[in-house]
């Protein structure tokens, strides 16, 4: 058996932008479905949802139905969390709340095993192919896509050098809490936080890194995407079914 690609990471690195969609409905019908549209990547929320480890392997088989990947964030940026997250075959994470260079490397470490870092190692996990795939000890961080999340504005002045961490493939800026850490609770549109993800992501590019973000409308999504952002996950199927279900019942009476 061999090591999976991670076309996602593959497509980062090619300068090609991933369109993604955010995912908090926890729900293996919703990803399945979603995995056959054909956006590049999917996130699966564990921060900001009831997903435990174990309802996260449900989630990773349906979402790996299509052509989709499927990227996890978990609740926190914790080396037994991370540990767990990978074991169970996520490829690609997104690890939360990274306020300086330290703790990027520390996510980082979490990820790799000895002596590049610090993950415990298992014989036989889902993402080894429960073993049957021969090389994964040696070759499974060449898959992995780690991704941290800048979301104050103590962590932005360390942007430079979290985004420079070796290892980092992607910065993603959170809209919400940046704009609550910023003094904007709930307005992720005000102008200066507005431009200060605009500096972000040349921030993040300029470390040569792939900068990343979620939108709530076609239009931020187009706008980020035109100020550099190289993936962006363009909804949330959660809002996309509220949305829906509110606007057919308004039309309806
Ligand atoms: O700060 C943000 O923005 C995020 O991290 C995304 C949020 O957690 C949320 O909008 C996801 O539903």
């Given amino acids: 058996m061999e090591l999976k690609k991670n076309a996602f990471k593959a497509g980062l690195k090619a300068g090609q932008p991933q369109l993604g969609l955010w995912s908090s409905l926890c729900s293996p019908i919703v990803l399945e479905m979603l995995s056959n549209v054909g956006f590049d990547w999917l996130l699966i929320d564990a921060e900001h949802s009831p997903l435990e480890i174990a ?26 969390l991370l540990k767990r997250v ?11 709340f990274v306020e300086n260079e330290d703790e990027a490397a520390a996510a980082v470490s979490s ?9 415990g190692v298992a014989g036989a996990t889902r993402a080894s192919g429960y073993g049957r795939i021969p090389d994964y000890l040696h070759r499974a961080q060449e ?52 431009a200060a993800i605009k500096n972000a992501a040349q921030v993040i590019r300029d470390a040569g890194k792939a900068p990343g973000i979620l939108a709530t409308s076609v239009d931020d999504a187009k706008r980020y995407l035109d100020w550099g952002f190289g ?23």
Wanted: hydrophobic share 45%; charged share 15%.
């Fill in 55 to 80: 309802d996260l392997l449900p989630l990773l088989q349906a979402s790996a139905a299509g052509p989709s990947m499927a990227a996890v964030r978990p609740p926190w940026n914790d080396k037994v």
């Fill in 143 to 194: 898959e992995l896509c780690i991704l941290v999340q800048v979301e104050t504005g103590a962590a932005l002045s360390r942007l430079p050098q979290i985004a420079a961490t070796e290892g980092v493939d992607g910065v993603f800026i959170g809209p919400s809490d940046l704009s609550a850490s910023m003094g904007h609770l709930g307005n992720p549109a005000h102008p200066d936080v507005q």
């Fill in 111 to 119: 990820c790799r095993y000895p002596p590049h870092g610090i993950r």
């Fill in 86 to 96: 990978l074991d169970i075959g996520a490829q690609t994470v997104l690890i939360p």
């Fill in 231 to 253: 993936f962006v996950a363009c909804g949330i199927d959660l809002r996309l079914l509220a949305t829906g279900a509110a606007t057919l019942l308004s039309n309806m009476r």
